[in-house]
């Protein structure tokens, strides 16, 4: 892994009226990591994606990608620009096949045919349910599928939002496998929303903790572990 | 009741469903991309009617430049409209649409009556018509059902098979993803308005080859594309079709055996019934 910044998050700050969902984030995001974002529930973590991912306009701050200010683009140019994502809750076109899902955003890098489409559902396992409507699958499918429309924009930065909430503990470690596969396949750098913390900590280089908007640690999955502030803002929580 | 006029007027039903069903499918694209319904589209089919006359007064050897120049000039009409004003309607109240769009209505009612004057214009071609026992058949309503179904496959077909396609559905089941997804949700809009009013002027291009129409005459069709788009399931291509020959053999039905201006109270009733028993429409899923 380098040490070359991909994106750089600047003071990045969020209201919602008067709700402070981000409060001067900064980010710097290494080429090819694996990036966890933990943080207790409502902590900022899908705004934070919506914010990157251009679906809300930054109150402050800016957002750099690969050298480039892209904070008030419209979200498909950020998409196309090299920016996928997944949704916490998961929305494929239901009334779509799984590959008719794949091509709408296959279609757009440019780079990818039927054929790499097909690939992509081959990585994600979901190549036998192709011809499927997407709104058949299960819980742990339309999640693949979700990372499977992503990877079809060829993304240089994937970011998953608690893409393994309500799976089985098998599910959760295929789903593990799988994206150090992609990221290693795709040579991707992805930021991994999770809740499940045996998941995020054993596949995570670096963790990022956010609480109430604001970033409270860093480090290393061991590092973060261990930190006073962290483990307050998570004991806290659950009293 | 004679078997003639029975077959009569099923087969009179089906050829004018036909044109309810394209006008329903140019209302329901229209709704199923960007929740706009498109309250000038009577306006709009007599434009397209007009628009073929005019061709052909100027061509006057084949019916097929008319509809040529039609479906093109209803695609660029479609761009142009939604620039200038569709586009700031998307999001807004109902009654914001209903009004702008009312007064677009007046706008083109009031040119085509300077432009072509009150009086009622057909397309005078020749087509021959062949009659067995009681019941003729002209040619110019066959053409006509043909070109609807063609143009009826072939939207289908762009729907299904085509990158466009594939972006339009995306956008009509979930436009947040589909932008996240790369997808210029404005641009698909400006295409979707502009394709659904090429149906809608298409089925004017069509339906001057058969019935004779005057600049305020759009009213009438539009009901019955209204009701068709409410019958076939909202945003359902297919299942407009299949309402349009339904509601085509209602209003045949009523004129053969009642009186046609009952035809529109008739078809609204079995809008309102199916509302009221089957509220997702006849091709709608469950809940
Ligand atoms: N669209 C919105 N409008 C108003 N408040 C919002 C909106 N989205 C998120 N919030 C608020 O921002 C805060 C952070 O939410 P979110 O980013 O979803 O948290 P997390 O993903 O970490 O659980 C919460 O207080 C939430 O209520
Ligand atoms: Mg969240």
């Known amino acids: ?239 | 009741m004679s078997l003639e006029l029975l077959a009569q007027t099923i087969i009179n039903g089906l050829f004018i469903g036909f044109l309810f069903g394209l006008a329903g499918m140019g209302l329901t694209i229209i709704f199923g991309v960007m929740k706009i319904i498109n309250f000038a589209t009577g306006a709009m089919i007599m434009l397209g009617a007009y628009v073929g006359y005019w061709t052909y007064t100027y061509w006057p050897y084949s019916a097929i430049p008319g509809i040529i120049v039609s479906v093109g000039v209803g695609f660029l009409f479609g761009i142009l409209v939604y620039q200038v004003l569709v586009r700031r309607l998307i999001g807004k109240p109902l009654l914001t649409t209903l009004l702008v769009l009312f007064g677009l209505t007046s706008i083109l009612e009031n040119s085509m009556l300077n432009l072509w004057s009150p009086n009622p214009r057909s397309i005078p071609i020749d087509f021959p018509t062949y009659s067995y026992g009681l019941i003729s058949i002209s040619t110019s309503r066959v053409f006509v059902s043909i070109m609807a179904i063609v143009a009826t496959i072939l939207v289908l077909a762009v729907f299904k098979y085509t990158t466009f396609g594939r972006i339009i559905r995306a956008v009509i089941q979930d436009k947040i993803a589909a932008t996240l997804m790369g997808v210029d949700v404005n641009r698909v809009y400006t295409l979707g308005f502009s394709l659904g009013v090429t149906l809608t002027f298409l089925a004017g291009a069509l339906l001057a080859m058969v019935y004779p129409f005057e600049p305020f005459g759009g009213l009438p069709y539009a009901l019955m594309a209204f009701v068709v788009v409410v019958l076939g399931t909202l945003g359902n291509p297919v299942g407009c079709l299949f309402a349009g020959l339904i509601i085509g053999t209602v209003h045949s039905f009523v004129g053969s055996y009642w009186t046609l201006n009952m035809s529109p109270a008739v078809a609204y009733l079995i809008m309102i019934i199916t509302f009221l028993l089957r509220p997702q429409g006849l091709m709608g899923k469950k809940e």
Do not use: W
């Not at chain 1, 998961?90 to 790499?116: A, E, H, W």
């Not at chain 1, 970011?159 to 309500?166: H, I, P, S, W």
């Open chain 1, 1 to 239: 892994m380098s040490q070359e910044n991909i994106m750089t998050i600047n003071n990045v700050t969020k209201m919602f009226g008067g709700i402070r969902a981000l409060n001067k984030v900064n980010v710097e995001v290494k080429k090819g990591e694996i990036l966890g974002l933990i943080g207790p529930n409502g902590s900022g973590k899908t705004t934070l994606f919506n914010v990157i991912s251009g679906f809300y306009p930054a109150t402050e701050g800016t957002i750099e990608f690969k050298g480039e200010n892209i904070t008030n683009l419209s979200p498909h140019k950020i998409a196309r620009k090299g920016i996928g994502r997944t949704f916490q809750i998961v929305r494929p076109f239901g009334d779509m096949t799984v590959i008719d899902n794949v091509l709408v955003s296959g279609l757009f890098s440019g780079k990818m045919g039927v054929k790499q489409c097909r690939d992509i559902l081959k990585t994600t396992r979901l190549i036998e349910r192709e011809g499927d409507l997407a709104e058949m699958l299960n819980l742990a499918e339309k999640r693949r599928l979700e990372i499977a429309r992503a990877l079809a924009l060829s993304p240089e930065i994937l970011l998953l939002d608690e893409t393994m909430a309500g799976l089985t503990h098998t599910e959760v470690d295929e789903s593990l496998k799988m994206i150090s596969g992609i990221r290693n396949e795709f040579g991707l750098t992805i930021i991994l929303v999770e809740h499940v913390m045996r998941a995020i900590m054993a596949v995570s280089e670096r963790i990022l903790v956010l609480s109430e908007g604001t970033k409270i640690a860093e480090g290393s999955p061991k590092e973060v572990s261990e930190n006073e502030q962290v483990l307050t803002a998570y004991l806290g929580r659950r009293v």
